[in-house]
């Protein structure tokens, strides 16, 4: 692959923490919900628990992309060490 087409450690290091922090949040929704099914058997406690849930997700990715627009590039993942 061309060195133009490759991608960077901060874009590998972003994608790879994306993809966890995506795969735990799957799978806590699943749990959680597996959870509130089999102590209250309602449907009702189970989609309030999702609109909270994908709500405040929403909310959080926008807040989190004003940020980021206001800060520049994600200087979170500079290390201290790295030249």
Do not use: C
């Not at 901060?10 to 994306?18: F, I």
């Not at 609109?51 to 206001?70: D, E, R």
Request: glycine share 6%; aromatic share 12%.
């Amino acid at each position: 692959m061309d060195k133009e087409k490759r991608l960077s450690l901060d874009a590998v290091n972003v994608l790879m923490n994306h993809a966890i922090f995506q795969f735990g949040g799957a799978l806590s929704i699943i749990f959680v919900n597996l959870y509130l099914w089999r102590l209250t058997n309602s449907l009702w406690v189970n989609g309030a628990y999702n609109f909270i849930a994908i709500l405040s997700q929403a909310v959080t990715t926008f807040v989190i992309g004003k940020v980021s627009k206001k800060k520049g590039r994600t200087i979170i993942y500079h290390s201290v060490n790295r030249p």
